[in-house]
């Protein structure tokens, strides 16, 4: 039996392609997902095809279409006249795209870009766009009452003298006229409308976006060990400065060490941290303008990366798996600390609660006590200087007490439940 979706209605309803295959596989890229507060899991429609998935996006853009076109409405509280001229324009846009996919069938065709709605959802500012039409529907909405009030025949013109102002031949003492320009029912003659100002705006800024898109698929590689290279020599800087920031945590170097930490304690004791902050941003600013004017034009410097050794097949699986086995191993960690935390808000283990609640009660009192300016310096001073000559001693000894401390906590129990077949196949 056929099922029935209302898109008109405001349900958080999402439209998106997804992927289907058998036994549940994400295979074949045919397929739509509708998904809504009304339904209980998400409801996918298949449409299959032999080659490609053009059918497929052939109804997902009516369906967005609709949908958009509804929201459009609900958005902007369009009603009367100007509710039908909306859903018109939807309606028409669909029957634009089924007469050209009927007389180029062979033909790719983007209906996407065909309809306005689902355009004005991709185009940088297409909700200005969208703004714009709805405040040009009251304005014709407003000038239909206005008009049928007065009995007028729907056509506008401006007193003579304005007409004259506005064609100059008028100097600046006419600015209190009219400035709309000639207007003539729905037309400024010899002016820009807003619906035409933001269009052109838009225009503009998607060409800038389609360029930039060019050079990020250009920059795409494939193969995560490429990828994290790439990645690797892009934060190369900061990787810089983290190292640099923990060998002066570690004393490495005393001296500058010591430095480091009496330059911070004094910013954050004459409260001058936050401009400490506001320094570092336009210590970046300048730097792109330098950047800007030295490089004179020139073009733009390419990131030069060692490529990794080329992995076969074999190789590369082994690599997913050992990707796989540590992201596995990292979320048990989680879990295994937050079953921790959950044993001891639940005082699974009396003593070892007890002391956790202590030492929360003592950070809440010190938070209340102690003015912020100086809770940031103790809370700085105790993490720089844990391994400085005078502290690492009793640093390594505190730290060993924590662990056990730590590791003699027991976990939460945790009971795994399996979903009854009837369930998991309804």
Same mark, same amino acid.
């Given at each position: 039996?056929? #099922?029935?979706?209302?898109l008109?209605?405001?349900?958080?309803?999402?439209v998106?392609?997804?992927l289907?295959?058998?036994?549940?596989?994400?295979?074949?890229?045919?397929?739509?997902? $509708?998904?809504?507060?009304?339904?209980?899991?998400?409801? %996918?429609?298949?449409?299959?095809?032999?080659?490609?998935?053009?059918?497929?996006?052939?109804?997902?853009?009516? %369906?967005?279409?609709?949908l $958009?076109?509804?929201?459009?409405?609900?958005?902007?509280?369009?009603?009367?006249?100007?509710?039908?001229?909306?859903?018109?324009?939807a309606?028409?846009?669909?029957?634009?795209?089924? =007469?050209?996919?009927?007389?180029?069938?062979?033909?790719?065709?983007?209906c996407?870009d065909?309809?306005?709605?689902?355009?004005?959802?991709?185009?940088?500012?297409?909700?200005?766009?969208?703004?714009?039409?709805?405040?040009?529907?009251?304005?014709?909405?407003?000038?239909?009452?206005?008009?049928?009030?007065?009995?007028?025949?729907?056509?506008y013109?401006?007193s003579?003298?304005?007409?004259?102002?506005?064609?100059?031949?008028?100097?600046?003492?006419?600015n209190?006229?009219?400035?709309?320009?000639?207007?003539?029912?729905?037309?400024?003659?010899?002016?820009i409308?807003?619906?035409?100002r %933001?269009? #052109?705006?838009?225009?503009?800024?998607?060409? #800038?976006?389609?360029?930039?898109?060019?050079?990020?698929?250009?920059?795409?590689?494939?193969?995560?060990?490429t990828?994290? =290279?790439?990645m690797?020599?892009?934060?190369?800087?900061?990787?810089?400065?983290?190292?640099?920031?923990?060998?002066?945590?570690?004393?490495?170097?005393?001296?500058?060490?010591?430095?480091?930490?009496?330059?911070?304690?004094y910013?954050?004791?004459?409260?001058?941290?936050?401009?400490?902050? =506001?320094?570092g941003?336009?210590?970046?600013?300048?730097?792109?303008?330098?950047?800007?004017?030295?490089?004179?034009?020139?073009?733009i410097?390419?990131?030069?990366?060692?490529?990794p050794?080329?992995?076969?097949?074999?190789?590369q699986?082994?690599?997913?798996?050992?990707?796989?086995?540590?992201?596995?191993g990292?979320?048990?960690?989680?879990?295994? %600390?937050?079953?921790?935390?959950?044993?001891?808000?639940?005082?699974?283990y009396p003593?070892?609660?007890?002391?956790?609640?202590?030492a929360?009660?003592?950070?809440?009192?010190?938070?209340?006590?102690?003015?912020?300016?100086?809770?940031?310096?103790?809370?700085?001073?105790?993490?720089?200087?844990?391994?400085?000559?005078?502290?690492k001693?009793?640093?390594?000894?505190w730290?060993?007490?924590?662990?056990?401390?730590?590791?003699?906590?027991?976990? =939460?129990?945790?009971?795994?439940e399996r979903?009854?077949?009837? #369930?998991?196949?309804?």
């Amino acid at each position: 039996m056929p #099922k029935k979706y209302d898109l008109s209605d405001d349900l958080k309803q999402i439209v998106k392609p997804e992927l289907t295959g058998p036994w549940g596989t994400r295979l074949f890229d045919k397929a739509i997902m $509708y998904k809504s507060t009304s339904l209980s899991e998400p409801v %996918v429609m298949e449409f299959p095809e032999l080659k490609g998935h053009a059918r497929r996006d052939y109804w997902l853009a009516i %369906v967005r279409e609709i949908l $958009y076109v509804h929201r459009f409405i609900k958005k902007f509280q369009i009603t009367g006249v100007e509710r039908d001229e909306a859903l018109s324009m939807a309606v028409l846009g669909i029957l634009r795209i089924q =007469a050209i996919r009927e007389l180029s069938s062979s033909v790719p065709l983007r209906c996407e870009d065909l309809l306005m709605f689902n355009l004005c959802d991709q185009l940088p500012g297409g909700d200005l766009i969208l703004e714009a039409l709805a405040n040009r529907s009251s304005m014709r909405e407003l000038d239909r009452t206005n008009s049928y009030n007065d009995g007028g025949g729907g056509m506008y013109s401006i007193s003579s003298l304005a007409m004259i102002s506005n064609l100059g031949f008028f100097g600046s003492g006419s600015n209190n006229l009219n400035e709309a320009g000639l207007v003539v029912g729905e037309i400024a003659v010899g002016e820009i409308s807003s619906l035409e100002r %933001v269009v #052109k705006e838009s225009r503009n800024s998607y060409e #800038k976006v389609v360029v930039a898109q060019a050079t990020v698929d250009e920059v795409k590689v494939d193969g995560i060990d490429t990828n994290m =290279a790439v990645m690797k020599e892009l934060l190369f800087p900061l990787i810089e400065v983290g190292k640099w920031l923990l060998s002066l945590a570690y004393w490495d170097n005393p001296l500058h060490s010591s430095i480091f930490c009496l330059a911070i304690t004094y910013i954050i004791c004459r409260g001058l941290l936050g401009y400490a902050f =506001a320094f570092g941003l336009v210590f970046l600013a300048v730097f792109m303008v330098l950047n800007k004017y030295l490089s004179g034009g020139k073009s733009i410097h390419e990131v030069k990366v060692v490529a990794p050794p080329v992995m076969n097949t074999m190789e590369q699986l082994l690599a997913v798996q050992n990707a796989i086995s540590q992201a596995e191993g990292f979320i048990q960690d989680t879990n295994i %600390v937050l079953l921790k935390l959950r044993g001891l808000m639940m005082s699974i283990y009396p003593q070892a609660s007890e002391k956790f609640s202590v030492a929360l009660f003592l950070s809440a009192l010190m938070l209340v006590l102690v003015p912020s300016k100086y809770m940031l310096l103790m809370v700085f001073l105790e993490t720089f200087t844990r391994y400085s000559p005078l502290r690492k001693a009793s640093t390594e000894r505190w730290m060993r007490r924590l662990r056990e401390w730590w590791f003699s906590i027991p976990a =939460a129990p945790v009971v795994l439940e399996r979903e009854k077949e009837d #369930k998991k196949r309804k």
